[in-house]
């Protein structure tokens, strides 16, 4: 069972069955944690084989799913759904900072969290959790009564609130339904959920003592915009080896109120974000019938579509408006509008939709938590199916770089590299692209602190050698190196920027100097990486927008 996604409504007439499927598929493969064999997709969602594997690779059309032979998984592309509802909603854009600044402050964890429906959602998370205990991630929906903000969202609840949460709890008594915490036990739960709202409504702040799991403790106090509505809860969250329920109150509470106050002065003076044009037609809308292929179910698609037409500076949007930045007929827009608001993903009020923190489900947990490497593993390997040369992603770390993705080919090589290899940073050729890279006050510093020594007789070891040659790669974006780490290795490698352009890595191709001239790398090699470098930015960049993506 889904919590959320169970309406008691009837399906409207005019919902779109293919779409209603194809959202149980996306919910499933997330709550699996981003991978799922289609044998289990049969089982777990009871749609027939063919139509699930018509729905996997109509989403594996659109960008959302990698499929291999028995298994699909989301991709990063998927995170553009949620980026448009966190885009709209602008808490964790202008929130963000100060939620960091906190976390630094108090030394931990911070969150925000939104009301969805009798639940708590996650749309912000800082990362100084301890390994000690459960750490949420974005979109991960919460039992509100196991949670410190559940009572402070519970405090603006009405008869009709407390009827569904009590039907909620009666129905499902183990939180089955919620699948980032563990299940429920009978001492779970402390004071009822109705004496803690009245005690945070009184208080203006809520705990949460260990009733998602032993150990694990929070303080959360709410915000509110500037027409005095709560519109979401910061969490300090900590661990009972740290602190007590009393210390957190006592020397976090103020901290958190303070900046609570900040946060709530950044939301008056907010100006009302410019409205960004809509992102523009998906890129299937523009494919012929033919080109999608006879498995491609296009009603899906439209459907899903419907989302991406809200963003930044266009959380309202009438139906007018959806259908104009999707390019569908106002018929198609209007039947898929019903059939998200009937599954909960979209709100609608004087003819205006919204979308709502539900969206989050389709794929965020698991994709906020994609690493650099991630993303760059399967692009790095349709690399090597095109030049049949190993090809790797590396960081800078200190003076070294140090590899964190690759793809090898068969072929034998001397150098015998794996993830975790490190190698001097000014003989190879990701290292040169990341140094080209640095301000240049920190590479001049770095110039002078290096000793250049020859790993072979062909290593550049005169520093102004060797600016001139990081210049040059600066300039022209690539790196070439020549048996200058090791004789017979040749390797070429271009930069990864994240979306505020640094160079966060940076992928090469490595070969034994007999496979190919330096031309015929330039003319053979350099187009493909350059490709593969900008897949992997695109999908950093769709991923990175609401979360850190780690390099390593
Ligand atoms: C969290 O941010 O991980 C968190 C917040 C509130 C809780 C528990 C955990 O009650």
Redesign the pocket.
């Known amino acids: 069972m889904t919590a959320m996604t169970l309406t008691d409504a009837p399906t409207p007439a005019e919902a779109v069955g293919p779409l209603m499927r194809g959202i149980a598929v996306l919910r499933e493969i997330s709550d699996a944690g981003g991978r799922t064999s289609l044998s289990d997709l049969v089982r777990t969602t009871g749609l027939a084989r063919s139509t699930v594997d018509r729905i996997a690779a109509t989403f594996a059309r659109m960008g959302y799913l990698r499929l291999d032979s028995h298994s699909a998984a989301l991709t990063p592309r998927l995170m553009e759904l949620g980026n448009a509802y966190l885009a709209g909603l602008q808490l964790p854009r202008l929130l963000g900072p100060l939620t960091e600044q906190l976390a630094e402050e108090l030394d931990e ?3 925000l ?1 939104v009301p969805d429906g009798d639940g ?1 959602r ?1 749309v912000h ?1 800082t990362t100084r ?1 301890r390994a000690m205990s ?3 991630r974005i979109g991960d929906l ?1 039992p509100a009564e ?5 009572p402070l969202f519970a405090v603006g609840w009405g008869e009709q609130e407390w009827v569904r949460w009590r039907e909620r709890r009666a129905a499902d008594p183990e939180d089955r339904g919620f699948s980032a915490v563990p299940p429920r036990t009978a001492t779970d739960g402390g004071p009822g959920l109705e004496e803690r709202a009245a005690r945070a409504g009184k208080q203006g702040w809520a705990l ?1 003592d260990q ?2 799991e032993p150990g ?1 403790i ?1 303080l ?1 106090v709410p915000v509110r915009g500037p027409d005095g509505q709560v519109v979401c809860a910061v ?1 300090a ?1 900590s661990h009972t080896s740290r602190h007590s329920v009393g210390s957190l109150r006592q020397s976090l509470l103020p901290r958190v109120r303070k900046a609570v106050a900040a946060m709530e002065r950044e939301l008056r003076q907010a100006r009302p974000a410019p409205s960004a044009p809509p992102a523009g037609l998906a890129a299937w809308t523009t494919a012929s019938k033919q080109e999608l292929g006879a498995e491609f179910v296009e009603s899906l698609a439209r459907g899903l579509t419907v989302l991406t037409a809200f963003g930044e500076g266009r959380p309202e949007l009438s139906l007018t408006a959806v259908a104009e930045a999707t390019g569908l007929a106002r018929a198609t827009a209007r039947r898929a509008l019903i059939t998200l608001e009937h599954l909960g993903y979209v709100a609608s009020r004087d003819r205006t939709f919204r979308l709502t923190p539900q969206v989050l489900a389709l794929g965020c947990p698991p994709l906020s938590r994609t690493t650099l490497p991630d993303i760059a593993t399967p692009h790095l390997a349709a690399l090597v199916q095109t030049v049949h040369d190993s090809a790797s992603l590396a960081v800078l770390t200190g003076d070294d770089i140090q590899y964190t993705a690759r793809v090898a080919t068969g072929r034998i090589m001397s150098v015998n590299i794996t993830i975790g290899t490190r190698f001097p940073a000014y003989a190879a050729s990701m290292g040169r692209v990341l140094l080209a890279d640095l301000p240049p006050k920190d590479r001049a510093a770095w110039l002078a602190r290096t000793e250049l020594r020859a790993l072979t007789p062909h290593t550049v070891t005169a520093p102004a050698e060797l600016a001139t040659l990081l210049d040059r790669a600066g300039r022209e974006g690539y790196a070439l190196v020549d048996e200058e780490l090791e004789e017979g290795l040749r390797s070429i490698a271009v930069p990864v920027r994240d979306r505020a352009g640094r160079a966060v890595a940076a992928v090469n191709v490595a070969m034994h100097s007999s496979r190919r001239t330096a031309a015929q790398c330039l003319t053979e090699v350099l187009p493909e990486l350059r490709a593969t470098a900008a897949r992997i930015e695109a999908d950093l960049h769709v991923a990175g927008r609401f979360t850190h993506i780690s390099s390593a």
């Open positions: 964890s911070v969150s969290a708590v996650f998370q959790r459960l750490t949420f919460l196991r949670t410190a903000p559940g949460d009733l998602i694990l929070a959360a969490s969250v």
